[in-house]
């Protein structure tokens, strides 16, 4: 959306009194309001009080729906009656007389025979053709699958250049994109009811962007060749130097064009935590890029980065239904098998194991302080000189020492 674009549409909106006075003709809530728009009560709350103003696809929403409140608030005032035509007179009342009048019998009022209308009603065959219906048709509601496919058509190739300007490699926002919806198909239930199913969607590929896993795969690991153009270079350079969370802030806020709540929200921080992300952000994009001081200048550059991006080949929307339920079978079939290996495993250990209790044979130790048995051993020659040396001496000592021979 260009500056002149934008300027225009939030001119187009009335004071923030008048908004909660357009509300309340419709006889809407903040709740309805909300819903129509994709944004939180708070938010429409913040419109009506002069906190806050809309901006990008929820400025557009809004000032639509304020639009449509004049037509139908006027039509409900009735019309004033002509000065040429009188005033109709009332229709004098019956006057009720006095007397009493007495039941007649029930015999008698049995045997009357019933009366017919002056002006029978005409058959239903005969009624007129051309008067419309009272309440108009009602389309059938699409089928989930239209209901995805119209959903792809229409976020899919915005997706795709927004995560090209959050990781600066072409395949990988094509993979983020299509890994989304993958999941979108896989949860469409809790996708079809969201209040901003685009949003969840988005929410979805930014995660599988910026997963520092991504990394470490060999296709991924170098970003592709920059723009050629200079100033478009020294932009991609400068927001890919950001860290991940300023990056993703500061996109959908300039870029998107989303609400502070709504940043903060998707981006799973406090209003005022995105608020500071966004500042700091465009001060590092301000020192690195000369130009970019004002916000609308920013927005401007981002759309205009993004469109540069050639456009992205977009598989069909059949063909993401058909992946996504092809990966659901996969995972499903590999869980069944993990599940039953280890039900087999556990079966067998069962079966295995011991039905009582054996007490485990200690280990020996060695048991010290008690000498070993020996028996006799061979004499060393050490040995053998000194019994040889005792036998050859004579014994000199006590007589009770000495061997007597008798």
């Not at 250049?161 to 994109?177: D, F, N, P």
């Not at 709540?261 to 994009?285: I, K, M, N, Q, Y």
């Not at 048991?367 to 004499?379: M, N, T």
């Amino acid at each position: 959306m260009t500056e002149s674009t934008r300027h225009s549409a939030s001119d187009s909106l009335p004071s923030p009194k008048e908004r909660r006075r357009l509300r309340e003709a419709m006889s809407l809530s903040e709740e309805q309001v909300a819903t129509t728009v994709g944004v939180t009560r708070a938010t429409v709350r913040n419109w009506e009080t002069g906190r806050s103003s809309p901006r990008g696809r929820k400025l557009r929403l809004y000032a639509q729906l304020l639009a449509d409140a004049g037509p139908e608030e006027s039509s409900r005032m009735p019309d004033p009656a002509p000065d040429h035509e009188p005033a109709p007179k009332p229709e004098p009342k019956p006057k009720q007389s006095h007397a009493t009048t007495r039941p007649k019998p029930a015999a008698k009022r049995a045997a009357k025979p019933p009366t017919l209308p002056a002006h029978p009603a005409p058959p239903p065959s005969a009624a007129p053709q051309s008067s419309p219906p009272l309440t108009p048709p009602v389309p059938p509601a699409p089928t989930p699958a239209e209901a995805f496919d119209a959903l792809y058509a229409y976020a899919a190739p915005a997706l795709v250049r927004q995560a090209y300007l959050l990781t600066g490699r072409r395949r990988l926002s094509h993979e983020a994109v299509e890994r989304a919806f993958h999941l979108a198909w896989q949860r469409w239930p809790e996708v079809a009811v969201d209040g901003d199913p685009p949003g969840w969607v988005r929410a979805a590929a930014y995660e599988h962007a910026m997963s520092p896993w991504q990394r470490m795969r060999r296709v991924h690991r170098h970003p592709d060749p920059p723009p050629a153009e200079q100033d478009r270079r020294e932009l991609l350079d400068a927001l890919l130097e950001l860290p991940p969370h300023y990056r993703r802030t500061l996109l959908l806020y300039d870029g998107v064009g989303l609400d502070l709540p709504d940043t903060a929200a998707e981006t799973e921080a406090s209003t005022p935590a995105a608020a500071s992300r966004v500042l700091h952000a465009r001060a590092a994009l301000a020192e690195r890029v000369p130009g970019l001081d004002a916000p609308d200048s920013l927005h401007d550059r981002l759309t205009a980065l993004a469109n540069s991006c050639p456009a992205p080949r977009l598989m069909p929307a059949q063909a993401v239904r058909t992946g996504s339920e092809r990966q659901a079978r996969f995972w499903t079939r590999v869980a069944v098998t993990v599940t039953t290996l280890i039900v087999g495993v556990t079966t067998l250990t069962m079966l295995n194991a011991p039905t009582r209790y054996e007490p485990p044979v200690s280990p020996g130790r060695q048991v010290e302080g008690v000498p070993p048995h020996k028996g006799p051993q061979k004499l060393t020659p050490k040995d053998k000189k000194l019994r040889a040396r005792l036998l050859s001496e004579p014994v000199h000592g006590p007589e009770r020492l000495v061997p007597q021979d008798r």
